[in-house]
């Protein structure tokens, strides 16, 4: 998986979670990290990830894996992504699978790897999920606009996804998705790249 790719599907898990609220501070986290001011999206985000905001926790993995805003630090950085990690993150188990197949802050281990990688990949699926209702209520709108959502970052196997959920919908509600997953994309992928 591309270490680039930052929290999209994670953001829609938070919510199925019952994680949707918006905690205080995050957004100005998110709008300072845009921005470039780290010192600022650090002060917001600490506060959160202490309180086990996974999203904070997972950016703050982020900000100290690559030293944005921070000396880089990668036992910090295996700290938060391991927090977010063990609540179901799965950028966060990505990230912590990269660092045991590096030796980034932990011994190598490539089982180790393997294991948080794993944990990852059963989470990416959630646009099929919706789509074949699996642990969700099945809902071709929610389909449609998270594998859109993966589509537009590049992952070819959820146009599968997009496409059959398109099949059940009306124009208006492929309309709706659409926007929706631009709104997705927005807020939860376009700010870190």
Do not use: C
Request: proline content about 3%; glycine content about 12%.
């Amino acid at each position: 998986m591309n270490k680039n790719i930052v929290p999209a599907l994670f953001f829609g898990l938070m919510l199925l979670a019952g994680g949707g609220s918006v905690w205080g501070g995050y957004e100005e986290g998110v709008s300072a990290y845009q921005r470039g001011d780290y010192a600022t999206a650090l002060a917001e985000f600490r506060p959160l990830a202490t309180e086990g905001n996974t999203g904070a926790q997972f950016l703050l993995g982020y900000m100290y894996d690559r030293g944005l805003g921070v000396t880089q630090d990668y036992n910090e950085a295996v700290k938060w992504f391991r927090k977010a990690a063990e609540q179901g993150d799965p950028y966060a188990q990505n990230e912590l699978g990269t660092m045991y197949g590096s030796g980034h802050g932990v011994p190598q281990d490539d089982k180790e790897a393997v294991k948080w990688f794993r944990k990852a990949a059963e989470q990416f699926n959630l646009g099929l999920r919706y789509l074949e209702g699996k642990g969700v209520i099945q809902d071709y709108e929610s389909a449609f606009a998270w594998s859109n959502t993966a589509v537009a970052q590049g992952d070819r196997d959820s146009r599968k996804i997009r496409d059959m959920a398109e099949k059940q919908m009306t124009p208006a509600q492929t309309e709706k998705a659409f926007e929706q997953s631009k709104q997705y994309y927005n807020k939860y992928v376009l700010p870190f790249r």
